[in-house]
């Protein structure tokens, strides 16, 4: 373990020091592809670790995102509270889908959690009065930090940084934990943990909230970086990108799928310069990946053959 | 025939089961089956294949639901109480088709075990190495079933024999005060299953077992009292060497 | 509310109930079947309504159309199964995220044969306009939604009671292994489904295509109701398909009506409540 640290700080350290040599558009997109890899870290604790593959975590997303829209642009309120606001409210929005969906197993919690996920969406397209609907929330400004202002690219850039660099650090612990320990046992047995005395429901349950506020946190952040909130931040192809993130960088191994989002953000913005086609590529790679290289590629670079141990007196 | 009345008091028993029942659609697995386990006793439940040994196991953990019956541990009425709430007052299985965490190391597997009746279970901001008391019991039980070299292998790659040890470390693991074996030394070679029940006569006499299994030798070898079940039903129960010599048992099973 | 909004409103409802139930009940199929739910299965509801628009325009049938919508969707299932789902039989999050990565796929390759405006499918004149039932005024295309379904409905039902084929397929969604132990041909009769439920959403998507229009997005736009069908009918049972397509027809349509800014949403509790007391669905199986 000791390794994936260094290794995450070495990155952290990295990226802290070439930001702001970097021209302003890529830096931009560095700072897109960091507030992704949050939410994507969020969606890996949920079906890397705990084994349940949710196809609506773009609510959470979206309404950490509309939480600050409205508070931010209405009222004129501040970044704490507004991040404060959004995270309670998507942290609350999962505590209650958690209660339906986590009674589900499998089939029926991925029909569920993209079924709750269309309801925020369609939240978001018709209340009209409160979201705006399809025009989308615009004129989100800047925050400032006690004193600071973030508008400039680098400033943000480091606030972002720094926000997923403790969500990484949150996360990190969470899955080492003696709790991410249980995660990862009902992952790999239900049946056996609640043998061994487990109320296994109450830890996916938690897991689900937890992911849930991970999820609006980056949402937060989308918010103040795009200036705009609109339906489409939390439309369903949203889930979809985030579990290609999670699959692609390699799921249960949270630095994977922070590696995901960055090649998926950088590989929608490059491509969206040449062509339209980017949800024919997105699935091609998603049906690449499932093909080829299903344990994403943290997973497949992971992966060390150990002799099986059948020489032993057995 | 002696055994399944019941000696002393209901709150002095382990384990006692009565009229319980499953049924799945029109077949009846379970069939009012009556049990009274005394503490520290090790009763051996045998009988042909599809006799509804592990339907009965897994009515008597929790894992399934009875279709009628009453199923009392320790004094407490745990019939409709979850498997989760079976395992913390005491109750531990091990499984006849291996059912380990592939994944995870055996260490991790045991530390599952040890730390299940824990609040620890739920730390989520120091990591399961800060907990050096966690570790020394897993490492002990690991030691007890000789597994203690393994502890970073990771349970896919090893050894069925291996895999079957695991499996009753796990479920000693969280000190458990009854112990349901499911079929322990399934498919093991001879000296495989000579060494599992070397293991099994070392276990602490204190804890109540229940064991399935099909190796007859073993199974006599390392119970006291036998229940025979055929077609979901008891049809003898008593001490060892009663239930051998019961003409109805050596014509169903093992005069067959 | 009169007596009219009522009865026009859950007439509307029955018929949205019809053309979600030609949606449902493929899908509930190929659960039972196969045992995974198909993402795409909107695409192809959208991809049937494209295709039927082409045939009609091209040759001015709709019979035709809704033929050739069948036919070609049929055949695109047959071939997502063949080549690529087979290849992950067993791992059923596999070919669940595959589907997702199809369904991507489709919904770019129609924006890019079709454009980005909404058509309609022309129906012909003996199904459109309206006409008088009791002392209420029905659009004459409705009823012939529901007529369908219903016709859908009882042959899906004869097929599966009467039929051969249909007690290999009953087999197959009560134990796939026992049913190919006893010699049925599994894989076979999973591709048979698969083509047969893509068909059927082709079908409702020429027909919903008569009356809501194709246009880019209707395929994720109709999936939460095929879903929220089969969650509350139960996954793999056609009397689920049916009980779930006429409770979101009707709930959606009222909802709607009355309580506009609220739109799924009124799914969503009816959803939570049956789910709360049988988290299987009404008819469904684990």
């Known amino acids: ?314 | 025939m002696r055994g399944s009345r019941v000696r002393g008091r209901l709150t002095d028993l382990a384990l006692h089961l009565d009229g319980v029942s499953r049924a799945f659609g029109g077949l009846q697995a379970v069939d009012g089956v009556a049990l009274a386990v005394h503490p520290g006793e090790r009763r051996a439940l045998i009988g042909p294949n599809g006799a509804g040994k592990t339907t009965l196991f897994n009515l008597i953990s929790g894992a399934l639901p009875p279709s009628s019956g009453r199923i009392v541990l320790f004094g407490r009425d745990v019939t409709s109480a979850p498997a989760h709430q079976r395992a913390a007052l005491g109750l531990a299985r091990t499984f006849q088709i291996t059912n380990l965490f592939p994944d995870l190391t055996v260490l991790e597997n045991c530390l599952l075990a040890v730390q299940a009746h824990s609040p620890v279970r739920f730390s989520m901001f120091r990591p399961v190495g800060g907990y050096p008391a966690l570790l020394e019991r897993a490492r002990t039980a690991l030691g007890r079933l000789e597994l203690g070299s393994l502890g970073d292998a990771v349970v896919r790659n090893l050894s069925h024999g291996e895999q079957r040890q695991l499996e009753i470390a796990l479920a000693l693991a969280g000190r458990p005060r009854v112990l349901l074996l499911d079929e322990p030394t399934a498919g093991l070679s001879p000296a495989e299953s000579r060494l599992m029940a070397g293991l099994l006569r070392r276990l602490d006499p204190a804890i109540t077992v229940l064991m399935i299994e099909h190796d007859m030798d073993i199974a006599l070898e390392l119970s006291d009292m036998v229940t025979v079940l055929h077609y979901g039903r008891v049809i003898a129960d008593g001490p060892r060497e009663q239930v051998k010599a019961d003409p109805q048992v050596r014509e169903i099973y093992l005069g067959a | 509310m009169s007596a009219e909004f009522w009865i026009a409103q859950s007439f509307n409802g029955l018929s949205y109930g019809a053309l979600l139930f030609l949606l449902a009940s493929g899908l509930s199929l190929i659960f039972g079947v196969m045992r995974i739910v198909n993402l795409a299965h909107g695409s192809y509801f959208m991809l049937g309504g494209y295709v039927g628009l082409t045939v009609a325009l091209r040759t001015e049938s709709f019979a035709l159309a809704c033929l050739a919508g069948a036919v070609a969707i049929g055949l695109v299932g047959m071939g997502m199964e063949r080549f690529f789902l087979r290849r992950l039989r067993g791992e059923t999050l596999g070919q669940v995220l595959m589907t997702i990565g199809f369904a991507l796929i489709f919904q770019d390759l129609a924006l890019l044969i079709w454009g980005g405006d909404p058509y309609r499918v022309p129906i012909p004149d003996i199904l459109s306009g309206t006409t008088r039932v009791g002392g209420a005024v029905f659009p004459v295309f409705r009823i012939f939604i529901v007529a369908v379904a219903v016709v859908v409905g009882l042959a899906l039902w004869l097929a599966m009671d009467r039929t051969r084929v249909g007690a290999m397929i009953r087999a197959a969604v009560d134990d796939a292994e026992m049913a190919q132990g006893v010699g049925i041909n599994v894989p076979r009769v999973s591709l048979a489904v698969f083509a047969l439920g893509a068909a059927l959403a082709a079908l409702g998507g020429v027909i919903g295509g008569g009356f809501l229009g194709v246009y880019p997005g209707a395929d994720f736009e109709v999936l939460p109701y095929a879903f929220v069908v089969v969650i509350v009918g139960g996954l793999g049972s056609l009397p689920g398909a049916v009980a779930g397509s006429l409770l979101v027809g009707l709930l959606d349509n009222f909802g709607k009506a009355l309580f506009p800014e609220l739109s799924y949403f009124t799914l969503f509790a009816p959803m939570a409540i049956i789910l709360a007391i049988r988290p299987t669905g009404l008819f469904g199986r684990a």
Not at chain 1, 231 to 239: A, E, G, K, R
């Open chain 1, 1 to 314: 373990m000791g390794r994936r640290a260094l290794l995450a700080t070495v990155v952290i350290a990295a990226l802290a020091v070439t930001g702001p040599w970097l021209p302003a558009y890529p830096l931009t997109i560095l700072t897109q592809a960091l507030i992704w890899a949050i939410l994507a870290m969020s969606l890996d604790v949920l079906l890397g670790y705990t084994g349940l593959s949710s196809l609506g975590h773009a609510a959470y997303f979206g309404v950490g995102a509309y939480v600050v829209a409205v508070l931010a642009t209405e009222h004129q309120m501040g970044l704490l509270a507004c991040l404060a606001a959004g995270v309670a409210l998507a942290t609350a929005t999962a505590a209650v889908f958690g209660l339906l969906a986590i009674r589900a197993t499998g089939t029926y919690f991925l029909m569920i959690t993209l079924a709750l996920g269309m309801v925020i969406w369609g939240l978001a397209y018709r209340w009209v009065s409160l979201t705006k609907g399809d025009n989308g929330i615009a004129g989100i400004p800047r925050p400032t930090l006690l004193g600071l202002e973030l508008f400039a690219p680098v400033p943000f850039y480091y606030f972002c940084l720094a926000c997923a660099a403790l969500a990484w650090v949150v996360m990190g612990l969470l899955v080492i934990s003696p709790f991410g320990l249980g995660l990862r046992g009902i992952r790999g047995s239900e049946g056996r943990m609640q043998a061994l005395g487990y109320n296994v429901w109450l830890h996916k349950y938690i897991a689900f909230v937890l992911s849930g506020l991970f999820g609006g946190f980056s949402g937060t952040l989308w918010a103040y970086y795009n200036g705009l909130v609109s339906p489409n931040d939390l439309q369903l192809v949203t889930s979809v990108e985030a579990l290609l993130m999670v699959a692609l960088g390699g799921s249960g191994t949270l630095i994977g799928p922070a590696l995901g989002a960055g090649i998926i953000v950088f590989l929608k913005n490059f491509v969206s310069v040449y062509t339209k086609r980017w949800l024919l590529i997105l699935g091609g790679v998603y049906i690449g990946v499932i093909l080829f290289a299903p344990a994403g590629i943290v997973g497949t670079l992971r992966r060390s053959p150990s002799p099986p141990e059948a020489e032993r007196a057995g």
